[in-house]
Every structure is written in C-alpha cells, then in structure tokens.
C-alpha cells in the first residue's frame, strides 16, 4: 500500500517536460507510416512533437500479443505512446504491460472516443458515465509499469452532464501523469465547437499537464487555444490529415518564426511519398487506405475535384502514382 501511494503521489507531482504538441491517435490514420511521414516533414522538429499509435482494444492485444497497431519501427522505440481501450481493469494492465515491452514510451488510456460501436461495448467516453470503474482502471495500469500513464477524454456524456472536471481529478488520483481533453462532450461526437473555455476550468482544477484538443486547424488557433486553456499543449488530430505542414507550421508559429504554406509541387511530392511508404509496408490495401489523405494534400489546388476523382477510383499503387506524376508534370 506504501508503496502503491508513494508511486502514484510521485507521479502526480513530477511534471516531466512534454512537448507542446500531441498527434493523437486516429483510427486508420496515425499508424507507422503516417508517423514516419510526420518525422520526414517535421525533421528537426520531430523531437518536439508526441506521437501515438492508433488506439488499439486491450483484449485484443491479450488475443494477438503484437498486433499490427502496435508495430514499432526500430528508431520509434522509447519515443512513441501506444493507446489502450478497454473496461476490465485487469485486462488493460496487462495489456499495458505488452505495450511496455513493445518499446512505448508512455501508455495513453482512451475514455473519450464517442463511436457507437466503442461506447456501445462500454469503452472510451462510455467510461464517463462508470468513474469509479474508470479510477480503478487507472490504478490497475499504473501499478502494472514504469512508464507515464495519461488519459484522453471529453467533457462530458451530453451537455446536462459535464463532469470532466470531477471525473479526471479522480483520475489524477489514480496516478495519470498527463491528460488529453477534448473541448467536446460524447454526443456532440465532432460536431458543434469546441469549448476551450471548459478545458481552462479543467486546467486551473488539476495540477497535472494538460493538452487541449478540438478544432486547432490553424497556427493562429493553436495560439488562441494555448492562451484561452492556459494548457501545457495542444493535440491536433483531422487537421493533420493530408497536411503535415500544420504541425511544423504550429511549432514555428509558437517559437515566433515564419511561417510558410507548402508549395503545390511540395505538397504533391509529400502525397507520393506516403503512397510509396504506405504500398512498401502494406502493398496495395495500405494504397487503398491512403485516399482519405490524397483528398486532403490536393485541397484547394486548380481543378482539384477532377483530381480528388481520379485518386478516388484509383484501383493500385501504379494508377495512383501515375496520377500524383501528371499532376507534377503540369506545375
């Protein structure tokens, strides 16, 4: 019990130095190629960015002791978190512990994803509803390894019950180390706007670091959610997707450099590299997969709806880079 105590209080009052910026996880989106792709166009900056896997079912990892999510290159040992969601408390420990040995540097709890098949089997933002079984979810993580435990939530179930504050200050508690909020409660999904006004009450409530999510598309915005929440960071997820430049761009911003949009042909370059890698990793279903960010690299280019359907029916990585070449030819 001392020791349980010492552990978790340690926890809550060493404030490791995080980066100011998270890419949480995205299903289908931040997997290992897409993290490599960010590392390319961060370069330098890559250091300063937090990066997860996609967020992956504890019981599933306890069927598939590595399963494909959970993939680590070998230069991403020790540097990337790896999510969990689950609702049995001993099963996300262990689970945790599989992380752990597959190199995570820190293991990040769902209780804030609000897709019906998630909530439906009592995971992610269903947990809001059961703190006490969230808390003990927590504990049982926490005293299961050695490395940070953090939580990613919302603000609430609906908007009659907002209860994020006393909910993560049971989970502080517990022993998280950092905490991820969404400024948006489980019904509002991803519609609506994010409330950062919320997540500053949530900030001046717990003493742990905190990363704002919601709506952060832009450099500027990046700074009105900094000064608004009063947060440590900032997690910026669809507005990455097709535009890794948004991540360099943010972190200049914050330093107070320039700024500078990609070029077309820089960015259409960028769109044939994550094709090569996707089809190198994965072959051609990692190539179908892509055409959620082909749409994206393209957006608001010269005849972009002609091309945004060429890439849609595309059928093989050939097509698909035979595309992305004709489109460098006519810069």
Not at 52 to 67: A, L
Not at 175 to 189: D, P
Not at 220 to 229: N, Q
Request: charged share 25%.
């Amino acid at each position: 019990m001392i020791k349980e105590k010492n552990k978790i209080t340690s926890q809550i009052q060493i404030k490791q130095k995080l980066e100011k910026i998270y890419i949480p996880p995205m299903a289908g989106v931040t997997d290992l190629v897409f993290r490599r792709l960010m590392r390319q166009v961060l370069g330098e900056h890559s250091a300063e960015v937090r990066l997860s896997t996609e967020m992956i079912s504890s019981k599933g990892i306890m069927y598939q002791d590595n399963p494909k999510r959970m993939r680590l290159s070998d230069d991403e040992v020790g540097k990337v978190i790896i999510q969990l969601f689950g609702h049995e408390p001993e099963t996300m420990a262990k689970a945790a512990q599989i992380a752990e040995k597959a190199g995570a540097v820190g293991i990040d709890i769902n209780m804030g994803c609000p897709v019906p098949k998630i909530v439906n089997g009592k995971d992610g933002a269903a947990l809001m509803k059961e703190p006490c079984l969230a808390e003990e979810i927590v504990r049982s993580v926490v005293q299961a390894v050695d490395i940070p435990v953090s939580v990613k939530t919302r603000l609430g179930w609906n908007e009659l019950d907002k209860n994020v504050i006393d909910f993560t200050l049971r989970l502080q508690n517990a022993g998280i180390q950092s905490l991820t909020v969404h400024g948006r409660t489980r019904a509002q999904s991803y519609t609506g706007q994010a409330d950062w006004n919320y997540i500053r009450k949530v900030r001046e409530a717990l003493e742990i670091p905190i990363f704002a999510n919601g709506d952060i598309n832009t450099p500027e915005k990046s700074l009105e959610a900094f000064e608004i929440t009063g947060c440590e960071g900032v997690a910026v997820a669809r507005a990455s997707i097709g535009n890794p430049w948004i991540i360099r761009n943010i972190i200049k911003k914050l330093n107070g450099e320039e700024i500078a949009e990609p070029t077309l042909r820089e960015r259409i370059e960028v769109a044939i590299l994550h094709l090569e890698l996707a089809f190198e990793d994965k072959g051609e279903p990692g190539v179908q997969a892509l055409k959620r960010h082909m749409s994206k690299y393209i957006s608001g280019v010269s005849g972009a709806s002609h091309w945004r359907q060429q890439l849609a029916t595309s059928n093989s990585y050939e097509e698909m880079k035979r595309i992305l070449d004709e489109m460098i030819s006519l810069i």
